[in-house]
Nanobody, 124 residues
Framework: VQLQASGGGSVQAGASLRLSCAAS????????VGWFRQAPEKEREFVAA????????YYADSVKGRFAISRDNSKDTVYPDMDSLNVEDTAVYSC??????????????????WGQGTLVTVSS
């Protein structure tokens, strides 16, 4: 499966953005999807994930209550909706997929497929 992330941009603090991760070459309903981000000079970190079967969502503490991840399997797309953005959210956001779900969803190494990143810049 190939992943395409989009939706990034430059916004003011407090604004909202919706990212998208669209899949091709396979049925996205068969994959769990994770989102990660990497800020300049920082390591990549887990942001959110959504399971393939029941659609359960999981979030990093830093985004809990502000971000909401959902999926539309009819469109083979996963959407993180990001609210109340702050400058610390500035990063390149990437989506990743894994066919067999794991409770270790926060680890980037467990994902088999990655899309290119989309840049989110939040200014104060």
């Amino acid at each position: 499966v190939q992943l395409q992330a989009s939706g990034g941009g430059s916004v003011q603090a407090g604004a909202s953005l919706r990212l998208s991760c669209a899949a091709s070459g396979g049925s996205f309903r068969d994959y769990g999807v994770g989102w990660f981000r990497q800020a300049p000079e920082k390591e990549r970190e887990f942001v959110a994930a959504i399971a393939r079967s029941n659609g359960n969502a999981y979030y990093a503490d830093s985004v809990k209550g502000r971000f909401a991840i959902s999926r539309d399997n009819s469109k083979d797309t996963v959407y993180p909706d990001m609210d109340s953005l702050n400058v610390e959210d500035t990063a390149v956001y990437s989506c990743a997929a894994r066919r067999i779900w794991t409770t270790n969803y926060e680890a980037s190494s467990v994902y088999n497929y990655w899309g290119q990143g989309t840049l989110v810049t939040v200014s104060s």
